[in-house]
């Protein structure tokens, strides 16, 4: 079976610090990976998204990158993370030769920025 | 623009009675509706989905209907059960896109009581 794995689980940092935060898939080859951010009273806004190694495509426009450097890792990443940057973050992959879009989550990192 | 809408924030509900969370869309492009649970401080897990050539599909004791006509869709819990008290999301995508971009709601935080 497939299971989905990101660390930390929680991470307090302080303004104008990096940030990486790792996710990764196993049980699946070639998934569709996604990086979401859930902040505060707020609904899942999609990030990023990857269909293969090295393809990531970014949904807005912000001071966050990611990267996929292995079929099974995703990474979020910033050079200098500001406050808004808090909040919940979750990675997410589907299947890619699947004729519906289920996304299937990890447990999350709650990002704190100080 | 919200394309998908919850448009309750929470919703309370007896043990043993019906629950019905509701979602509205406004891209008729969307062909397949998921529907999510969440718990505090977790990532979101998949409960039931649906095709747009469908206008029912049931699992147990939760059933999602749609109604296109109407840009509309509603999960149904029989019974509600107080472990069932969390957050749900509804999730809509464009099955022909190829990476599976899921737009979500809100969330309709609900409380079962006992």
Redesign the interface.
Known sequence: SQTIH?WPATLVQPVGSPLSLECTVEGTSNP?LYWYRQAAG?????LF?S?GIGQI?S?VPQNLSASRPQDRQFILSSKKLLLSDSG?Y?C?W?QTD???????????T?LTVL | DQQVKQNSPSLSVQEGRISILNCDYTNSMFDYFLWYKKYPAEGPTFLISISSIKDKNEDGRFTVFLNKSAKHLSLHIVPSQPGDSAVYFCAASEVRTSYGKLTFGQGTILTVHP
């Open positions: 990101q569709n707020r609904g899942l806004q999609l998204y269909v495509s949904e919940f979750l997410a589907s699947s004729s519906t879009d289920t996304q299937y989550f990890g447990p999350g709650r």
